[in-house]
Each structure stands twice: as structure tokens, then as C-alpha cells.
């Protein structure tokens, strides 16, 4: 049995524990350092959301991957190949897709989300390793590669167009953004405009306070 996760985030990865001398964990040498540097503090934060989640998160214990790896690794499951490849930093610092390539489905984790906003984990100074022009050049790419089935790290599956769905998104929100930091607005201004916007566009998406931490990400990557 094997186990890999997308990315270090806990509601992807610390339940991990669970299959400890049982499976063979996994993931690539970002995602690895992600758990190691970043994990302790996001167990922290997660804990302070609430008593609910703090029950879920009691007794957790970070895992330790088994097998690491820096850029691709493919397994062999019976006549079943399946390939993890790292993407480089976007939604974070070690993203991973996971594809079965005889079967079209492609595993995004928080690059990709159904039916709702993407997620920034735009929190400075303490994280800021999202890069929205980074995330934009891998949807780019993982929409030319023909998947015809995703699974996104939240919501329901879908077929291609969850992938243009983000793709389409994180390039308008780039582009919003951008022209009024060329105008010198505020970013106070600035969100609230693009937040305007992008409801607009996508009045049936959920998680909107998700576009001002986007927001905020790209005024940061602005090309001044």
C-alpha cells in the first residue's frame, strides 16, 4: 500500500499517521521540507479555529514520508501506472498532481477547487510561499495535457473545465489587479474593487474572502 498527499496543508496531510506500518508515505522533497519547517505552526493555527477542529486534531502527530523524491516518480501498481510529479511552488511551496494516465484522471489538491474560490494561504509575515503568477503558469499547463477526469482538492469531481475554470480566474484576477497597482490605487481600494469583480463573474462560487488574500498575493508579485 502506498499514500501521498498533494501538499503539507492538515486536511490534506496529518491524517497520515493513520497509515503508519501500513503503507509506504510518499511525497516530493518540497512538500517533504513543507511538513518539516512549516508543519508544527499550521497545527497551531488550525487548533485555534475552533473547538470542533481542535478535537479533530487531537492526538495528530506530523508524519515523516517514508520515500522522498525531487521532481517525478512513477509507481507501478499491477499493470497500473501511476505518476506523482512535483509542479514547483503555486498554492504552495511543494505541490503535487498525482495522474493515472490510462484512465485520464488527474489529482490537483488546492491548485484546483470546485464551485468556490481559489485558496491563497497568503498570510505575511509569517507564510507567504502562494505565488499567483507561479499557480496561473502550472494551470496553464495542466490545461493543455488533457485530463479528462479531475479530482480538485475541494468540491466535487469534474471533467477539463475545472482546470480552465482556475486558469481562467487566477489570469483575470492577475490582470484586475495589476492595472489598478499600475494606477497607484491603494490596496484597499484595490480589493475592494477586484472582490466587486470577481463576485460579478462568479456570484455562485463560495469562499469569497479567499479573493482578498489572491489580492493581496499579486499586489505583492507586482512587477514595479
Not at 196 to 201: G, N, Q, S, T, Y
Request: proline residues 5%; aromatic residues 8%; hydrophobic residues 40%.
Amino acid at each position: 500500500m502506498y499514500l501521498t498527499t498533494t501538499h503539507f496543508h492538515p486536511e490534506h496531510a496529518f491524517g497520515a499517521q493513520a497509515f503508519t506500518g501500513e503503507a509506504t508515505f510518499l511525497v516530493n522533497r518540497a512538500q517533504a521540507e513543507d511538513l518539516k519547517v512549516k508543519g508544527a505552526g499550521y497545527l497551531d493555527m488550525f487548533r485555534g479555529l475552533g473547538e470542533p477542529v481542535a478535537r479533530q486534531l487531537e492526538g495528530v502527530v506530523l508524519p515523516e514520508p517514508d520515500l522522498v523524491y525531487d521532481e517525478a516518480y512513477d509507481l507501478e501498481l499491477g499493470g497500473r501506472i501511476v505518476q506523482l510529479r512535483a509542479t514547483g511552488r503555486a498554492h504552495s511551496k511543494g505541490d503535487q498532481v498525482v495522474r493515472v494516465p490510462d484512465a485520464g484522471v488527474l489529482f490537483t489538491g488546492d491548485l484546483v477547487e470546485a464551485g468556490q474560490f481559489a485558496i491563497f494561504p497568503w498570510f505575511p509575515p509569517y507564510d507567504t510561499d502562494v505565488s499567483g503568477t507561479r499557480w496561473l503558469a502550472v494551470m496553464e499547463r495542466l490545461a493543455g495535457e488533457g485530463a479528462r477526469v479531475v479530482v480538485p482538492g475541494h468540491g466535487a469531481v469534474g471533467g477539463p473545465e475545472l482546470l480552465a475554470d482556475v486558469r481562467d480566474y487566477l489570469r483575470l484576477l492577475r490582470d484586475e489587479t495589476w492595472v489598478r497597482r499600475d494606477s497607484a490605487m491603494s490596496e484597499e481600494t484595490i480589493v475592494d474593487e477586484v472582490r466587486a469583480l470577481m463576485i460579478e463573474r462568479h456570484p455562485e462560487w463560495a469562499e469569497r474572502d479567499w479573493i482578498d488574500k489572491g489580492v493581496g498575493c499579486l499586489c505583492a508579485e507586482h512587477p514595479a
